[in-house]
């Protein structure tokens, strides 16, 4: 059933649809997961460095560091999951929107892809403002509280959870 298309089915054929959106968007989801995870493995540089640029003026040696053996091959899955979500995103929201639109009304659909439209680039803005505003800063106050008997060892992980949190929040406010 295309969306918008006003019909009344069963429950057990909702059931059925709703299961087949979810196996597309899942299969979406391991497409993008998997692109990414190639990307990364492959070319892994370019995007941790972008990650990890507002943090390098902080640390002496120029790097962050990982404690645990699989820390590397951690923190390209997690940069998998995340940017392949955002990738498949577009076709999850898709299947979300063929699966609910039927239900509303016209007027409701009208009002509805503004809605959406509008949070995303909020949260777009949110996230960009903490990432290249409020995250240097922050890290820039953080590193001027340092004393001449401590010496930074930033994980990746920490940093990652610190910058990617912060981002996530930012964004979440500005909806």
Aim: include cysteine.
């Amino acid at each position: 059933m295309s969306p918008g298309t006003p019909s009344e089915m069963p429950f057990l054929d909702h059931l059925e649809e709703l299961r087949w959106r979810i196996a597309w968007s899942l299969g979406a989801l391991v497409v993008g997961v998997g692109i990414t995870f190639y990307f990364l493995f492959t070319n892994d540089d370019f995007i941790i460095e972008f990650i990890a640029r507002p943090v390098m003026p902080y640390l002496a040696t120029g790097k962050l560091v990982y404690t645990h053996p699989a820390g590397p091959f951690r923190i390209i899955m997690n940069l998998a999951l995340i940017l392949g979500t955002i990738l498949a995103s577009p076709v999850i929201l898709w299947h979300l929107w063929g699966f609910l639109s039927p239900a509303l009304y016209k007027h409701e659909k009208k009002v509805v892809i503004p809605i959406l439209v509008m949070a995303a680039l909020l949260f777009l803005a949110g996230c960009a403002l903490s990432w290249f505003v409020i995250l240097p800063l922050t890290l820039k106050v953080f590193a001027s509280i340092q004393s001449a008997s401590l010496a930074p060892m930033i994980t990746f992980k920490d940093y990652f959870g610190f910058a990617v949190g912060m981002s996530v929040m930012l964004g979440a406010a500005f909806e």
